[in-house]
Every structure is written in C-alpha cells, then in structure tokens.
C-alpha cells in the first residue's frame, strides 16, 4: 500500500481534525502518501482530492470542525454513485479510505467495501455518542461538556428570577448527552428519548421540588423526546399545571462547534494512528473503537447492529441528586 485517503461525513464532530491530522502524519510516518477527500462522499464522487503532508495539518488539532469539510450525498445511496467514488480512488491510486463519522458513513463505507473492495477503516465522529462497537466516539466529551456548561450559566439566571427552565440539547435517537451533562451540571429532571416521558410525572418533579424550598429549576431535554421538543414540554406543563412563567433554551448546533476537549484531542489522535496502522496491516472492513482505555478494531456493521446507550444506573443517580 502506498496511497490512502481520509474524509469525514455526516455531522461535524469537535475532535474531527485531530483524527485527520493523526491520520496523515502517521501515514507520512509510514512512507504513505494520504489525500484528504473534501465533503465527503460528495467530494469524493466530483474528485475532490488533494494530497496532504504532516505541514498542511499543523495547528489544526484545536480546531472544531472538519478541515476537510464535510456535506450529506444523496448520489451516494445509489450504486453509480458509489461506482464512481471508486473509479476516483482507483484514478488516484488509493489504496485504503479512513472515513470519519456516524453510523450513516459507516454504512457507505461498507458499501465501498463490499461492491468494490475498497479497503475502509472507519474512526467513530458523533457527538451523539451512539455508536456500537466504542465506548466514546469522537466529539461526545466536548458536546457534553458545552451542554453541561450551558446549564451553569442558564442555572445562575434561573436562580436570579426564580424560574424553571427547559434545555434542550442534542439528541434525536440517543439521549446520552441529555443525561451526562444534566446529572454533571445538577438538573432537577432529564428526559431522553431511552425513556418514555410523562407530563404528570415532570410536574411532579416541579412540584415537589418546589416543596422541598426549590425557587429555580432545570430540566434538561433530548431533542429526540417522545414527548416532543424543549417547547412542546414547556408548552404541555404550563397547559397542565400552575407553573406558566417558564422559559426554554436550545442549544443546537452550538453543541457541535468549539475547541475540542484534552479528551477529544488524545482519543482521536489515538484512532487516527490505529487506522493507518490497520490498513497497512491488510485490515478492511473494520471500525476503531475503544473499550475501557485499550483501542480495538470490530467490523463495520456493530456500529449499527449494537447501538452504545447510557447505563440505565444513570437513571437513579439522576432522579436521587436531582431531588
């Protein structure tokens, strides 16, 4: 093997560009020639490839976001789409892909890999945390860490005013970030999408804290709540109850943004080099993940097949301390 490429896809993740600058400065180690694939798959399919040395990479490990940029390819999904892509790593001599992302990138990855023989190590970058075959992915500390600091601040000026507010953070499918950063940051309730919500018993919560002497609260939200966004929980306790003077924040797309974490930094540099390690090696097919503190390599397919979920203990640590 003697040329590689890397490329992220999906959401941007913050510890992203550590993992592209691992991956080509241990490639350039390695005696490899790496490109960086712009936008993805999309960039991928329009030939949007330069090559990259250990220089063209300095200085970005602190930067949030993706230096290679990255964007959604519907042409991907379909199988000339795909047939292309390969047709320019071929035209290329690439030998060998890292694919930064979720599980919809892995997916793709795997598609190259199986109609084309495309050898694919694929590096886990969500701040969802939602992977199956790591413990973390790259990007979940620091987005946890943004909310969990969101709720201090919003925590001083419900205090000021004697308000409840609802802060709804990141998380369609997995409610991981909802539940670290609100037990990290003392919220009276959680709700994620893991666990069905109940009005009556939200209200409750409000109302026995209340009782309890409690003047101000927090109740941190999923977006991805059965119950609905930060607004229609908001909209549905004010309906149902006593308590009207509330206020909602949501963070968004702040959540993803920012200096990535010492956490981050390490982790994906860490996978980055274990990618380049893997492909040399003859390795396809396979996903970096880590179990514990050892990293470990586990196909593909786990990262959908057996999604990560908070520890349900986590649960009772919240509604205790939250009380």
């Given at each position: ?300 397919a786990e990262a959908w097949e057996n999604r990560t979920v908070f520890d349900p ?11």
């Open positions: 093997m003697k040329h590689i490429g890397v490329l992220t896809s999906g959401g941007d993740a913050p510890g992203m560009n550590a993992a592209i600058r691992a991956v080509v400065r241990a490639g350039s180690h390695a005696g490899l020639t790496v490109f960086g694939i712009e936008r993805g798959y999309q960039g991928l399919i329009d030939g949007a490839l330069r090559e990259l040395g250990p220089r063209d990479v300095g200085g970005i490990i602190r930067q949030g976001g993706t230096f290679l940029h990255s964007a959604r390819c519907k042409a991907f999904y379909d199988a000339e789409g795909r047939a292309q892509a390969a047709r320019q790593l071929a035209a290329h001599g690439i030998e060998g892909l890292v694919v930064i992302g979720g599980d919809g990138s892995y997916r793709g990855a795997q598609a190259l890999h199986d109609e084309h023989g495309i050898r694919c190590i694929g590096l886990p970058g969500t701040i969802d945390n939602d992977i199956g075959g790591t413990d973390y992915t790259i990007g979940f500390d620091t987005a946890m860490n943004t909310a969990m600091e969101a709720i201090d601040r919003l925590r001083d000026t419900a205090f000021s005013h004697d308000r409840i507010f609802f802060l709804e953070v990141m998380g369609r499918h997995s409610g991981y970030i909802a539940m670290i950063a609100g037990i990290a940051g003392g919220s009276e309730d959680i709700l994620t999408p893991e666990e069905p919500t109940n009005i009556d018993s939200v209200i409750r919560t409000i109302r026995d804290g209340r009782d309890r002497g409690k003047q101000s609260m927090i109740i941190v939200v999923a977006e991805g709540d059965d119950a609905g966004n930060a607004f229609d929980i908001a909209k549905a306790v004010a309906e149902q109850s006593e308590f009207k003077d509330t206020r909602v924040t949501v963070l968004g797309h702040l959540q993803r943004g920012g200096s990535p974490t010492a956490f981050d930094r390490v982790l994906a540099s860490r996978m980055g080099i274990r990618a380049v390690e893997a492909l040399a090696a003859g390795e396809t097919g396979q996903m970096v993940g880590i179990s514990g503190t050892r990293l470990v390599l586990r196909p593909l203990e986590l649960l009772k640590v919240a509604q205790i301390l939250g009380s």
